[in-house]
């Protein structure tokens, strides 16, 4: 068996310069894509920043990339004044269905996922699996099913009409199921079965600290995904008083013709985005803690 001395090994590779020039290549080549996907996601949101500043006057007559007779707050203003001050339960109706249903969807995700990890049962192979085809199926599919049903039982135009749907997040069982598997370890838990606690002691006070940051991340991303949530409400809902952001503004928007100017709209959809940074600067520690959890043992 033939041994390779370094030198054999670096005359192999290639001048040093080469490798550096390669290097150097391929990290300007990713900076550049890079680059592009920043530019590609940032340039709309700084168009809405930059539009929400102008008045009608000046929205289309102006560089729409760059700021000139700012009229923020009185743009402000009158998005609050508009319809009798409608949007700001627009805003109060997107945080309850937020809210309420990432809470409450991320509370039955933790324990669903955690009995699939930790409780052998039969059928929970195909439970699970279940589950996750589910998470392949675009929400937009039950949209009208859900209409049918709920129409059945007199719940259209009613707040539970958007509020209990989103309180089901397949993908939080998923990613719960993943992250108690991993992360809440079997010795733990038959200690504290020894020790005389119950399983829903087990649970909420020892397993649920430790999947913490699973939990953050199912509930940042379903209250993302209530808040943007469009076609459900405007199937189910009826009343301007409980609809929510989204289709307020969709409303607004096709209402043009009718006296509503394009900077209300545009405004009020840079507004609506707000609570969306704020949720995700809030949580954002605890997400990212939970993305590098268990990379490292």
Same mark, same amino acid.
């Given at each position: 068996?033939?041994?390779?001395?370094?030198?054999?090994?670096?005359?192999?590779?290639?001048?040093? @310069? #080469? /490798?550096?020039?390669? %290097?150097?290549? +391929?990290?300007?080549?990713?900076?550049?894509?890079?680059?592009?996907?920043?530019?590609?996601?940032?340039?709309?949101?700084?168009?809405?920043?930059?539009?929400?500043?102008?008045?009608? @006057?000046?929205?289309? *007559?102006?560089?729409?990339?760059?700021?000139?007779?700012? =009229?923020?707050? *009185?743009?402000?203003?009158?998005?609050?004044?508009?319809?009798?001050?409608?949007?700001?339960?627009?805003?109060?109706?997107?945080?309850?269905? %937020?809210? @309420?249903?990432?809470?409450? %969807?991320?509370?039955?995700?933790?324990?669903?996922?955690?009995?699939?990890?930790?409780?052998?049962?039969? +059928? #929970? =192979?195909?439970?699970?699996?279940? &589950?996750?085809?589910?998470?392949?199926?675009?929400?937009?599919?039950?949209? /009208?099913?859900?209409?049918?049903?709920?129409?059945?039982?007199?719940?259209?135009? *009613?707040? !539970?009409?958007?509020?209990?749907?989103?309180?089901?997040?397949?993908? @939080?069982?998923?990613?719960?199921?993943?992250?108690?598997?991993?992360?809440?370890? =079997?010795?733990?838990?038959?200690?504290?079965?020894? =020790? +005389?606690?119950?399983?829903?002691?087990?649970?909420?006070?020892?397993?649920?600290? &430790?999947?913490?940051?699973?939990?953050?991340?199912?509930?940042?991303?379903?209250?993302?995904?209530? !808040?943007?949530?469009? /076609?459900?409400?405007?199937?189910?809902?009826?009343?301007?008083?409980?609809?929510?952001?989204?289709?307020?503004?969709?409303?607004? #928007?096709?209402?043009?013709?009718?006296?509503?100017?394009?900077?209300?709209?545009?405004?009020?959809?840079?507004?609506?985005? &707000?609570?969306?940074?704020?949720?995700?600067?809030?949580?954002?520690?605890?997400?990212?803690?939970?993305?590098?959890?268990?990379?490292?043992?």
């Amino acid at each position: 068996m033939t041994s390779v001395t370094p030198s054999a090994a670096r005359a192999a590779a290639g001048p040093p @310069g #080469r /490798l550096r020039t390669s %290097s150097l290549a +391929g990290r300007a080549g990713v900076f550049a894509v890079m680059a592009l996907f920043a530019l590609y996601t940032l340039i709309p949101v700084w168009w809405l920043l930059v539009t929400a500043t102008k008045n009608s @006057g000046y929205l289309f *007559t102006t560089n729409g990339l760059w700021f000139s007779h700012f =009229d923020l707050w *009185t743009n402000i203003r009158d998005v609050f004044q508009e319809q009798d001050g409608i949007f700001a339960r627009w805003l109060l109706n997107s945080a309850l269905y %937020s809210i @309420g249903g990432a809470a409450v %969807s991320t509370t039955l995700s933790a324990m669903a996922g955690y009995a699939l990890a930790k409780y052998p049962f039969r +059928g #929970r =192979d195909l439970t699970f699996n279940v &589950i996750l085809g589910a998470v392949l199926i675009p929400d937009v599919m039950f949209a /009208l099913p859900l209409y049918l049903m709920f129409s059945q039982v007199h719940l259209v135009n *009613t707040y !539970w009409a958007v509020f209990l749907p989103s309180v089901v997040s397949p993908f @939080g069982v998923y990613l719960s199921r993943i992250y108690a598997g991993a992360s809440v370890p =079997d010795e733990l838990i038959e200690a504290a079965r020894l =020790d +005389g606690a119950g399983e829903a002691r087990i649970f909420w006070r020892v397993s649920m600290p &430790i999947m913490s940051p699973a939990l953050v991340t199912i509930f940042l991303f379903q209250f993302v995904s209530i !808040w943007n949530n469009y /076609l459900l409400p405007l199937l189910m809902l009826n009343s301007d008083e409980l609809q929510p952001v989204t289709v307020g503004l969709a409303n607004w #928007r096709e209402g043009v013709n009718q006296g509503i100017p394009y900077n209300i709209t545009i405004t009020g959809a840079f507004l609506s985005v &707000i609570p969306l940074i704020v949720a995700f600067l809030v949580l954002q520690r605890f997400w990212r803690s939970g993305l590098t959890a268990g990379s490292v043992k």
